[in-house]
């Protein structure tokens, strides 16, 4: 999978870019990813790529030009014209399901804005997917491109080792529960023993265990996430065990 990151700050990527799994999958040609500098496109000779607003108001706002031609050129390399996203607080909020159909796509134009944001012709002329990652504003769209990267990336065949799978992931289709606790070595620790249940080796025991751990930690924090059948699951579970 190939992703373009258009952004005015593109020494913000390489530290994250270089780190463990995503630096491992770019090795192993699972994923490329490709920094541009829109300052590069400006045409006038302070490179500048901003302005005030007009109608006026506080801040600056991004050109269109250098944003389009940045972008169009990205387009004509490769294969695919690739699926732009525009990291935005106005935009739909990311969640595991938009991150599955994030990494259908071969190839996605991630646009990180900043200031007071693009001026709006960008968003007529490129149609891009307006994505948020929270409701709060974060001072550009950088750390927001990371992560979709990050949420992306782990869902391409071979970038997660076998021992990482992603099928327990919390969010995993089909999963909304939160994960149940883990322990390893030491057995005891300041007084707090890992709990016996997960040194009997008895393996349908365990993930009983585990089930209901999950079960009882999203009902607590997260009761908005069991939908109709994870709480009818939960209920049935608590039953057999009564
Ligand atoms: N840019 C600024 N805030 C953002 C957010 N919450 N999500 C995506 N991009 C952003």
Redesign the pocket.
């Known amino acids: 999978m190939r992703f373009d990151v258009v952004t005015l700050f593109p020494g913000m990527f390489p530290g994250y870019l270089g780190q463990s799994l995503l630096n491992k999958a770019i090795e192993r040609s699972l994923v490329e990813v490709h920094v541009h500098d829109i300052r590069q496109w400006t045409r006038n000779k302070h490179q500048k790529v901003d302005d005030r607003p007009f109608g006026g108001g506080p801040g600056m706002v991004l050109c269109v030009e250098p944003v389009v031609e940045c972008v169009e050129s990205i387009r004509k390399q490769g294969a695919q014209p690739g699926h732009a996203v525009l990291?935005?607080?106005q935009?739909r909020r990311?969640n595991q399901c938009v991150v599955e159909e994030l990494a259908q796509q071969p190839r996605l134009i991630l646009l990180?804005?900043r200031y007071e944001g693009f001026d709006q012709r960008v968003i007529d002329i490129l149609q891009p997917d307006e994505?948020?990652?929270?409701?709060?504003?974060?001072?550009?769209?950088e750390?927001?491109?990371m992560?979709v990267i990050d949420a992306v990336i782990r869902l391409i065949p071979g970038v997660l080792g076998h021992a990482d799978s992603n099928q327990d992931d919390s969010f995993s289709t089909g999963n909304r529960l939160l994960e149940f606790a883990q322990y390893t070595r030491p057995r005891e620790y300041r007084g707090l023993s890992v709990p016996p249940i997960l040194l009997t080796g008895n393996h349908e025991e365990i993930a009983r265990w585990r089930r209901e751990q999950s079960y009882e930690k999203t009902r607590h924090r997260r009761a908005d996430l069991l939908d109709g059948r994870a709480r009818e699951d939960g209920a049935r579970e608590r039953k057999e065990q009564a």
Request: hydrophobic share 45%; proline share 5%.
């Open positions: 990291l935005t607080p935009g990311l990180c804005g994505v948020s990652i929270g409701d709060y504003v974060l001072n550009g769209g750390v927001a491109a992560v």
